[in-house]
């Protein structure tokens, strides 16, 4: 869903793939660059993110 919304904002009409192929293909060369599998680079970015977002600012705090 990121990826539609990232499209939305970018003014993009036309991809030649869709939002979760282009998401899987980005998996994909993640896992192939760093001679992993895919379901383990999928597992290190949802950590990654996850962590990230504990770190942020509330809404509330960034006011």
């Known amino acids: 869903m990121r ?3 990232h499209r939305h ?3 993009t009409r036309w991809r ?3 939002a979760g192929r282009q998401a899987l293909l ?5 896992a192939a660059g760093f001679v992993v599998g895919t379901t383990t680079v999928y597992r290190y970015v949802a950590e990654a993110v996850d962590l ?7 809404l ?4």
């Open 52 to 58: 990230l977002a504990a770190l942020a600012l509330t």
């Open 26 to 30: 980005t998996l994909a060369r993640l």
């Open 9 to 11: 904002r970018l003014g």
């Open 16 to 18: 030649r793939l869709v």
């Open 3 to 5: 990826v539609v919304e």
């Open 60 to 63: 509330a705090d960034a006011r």
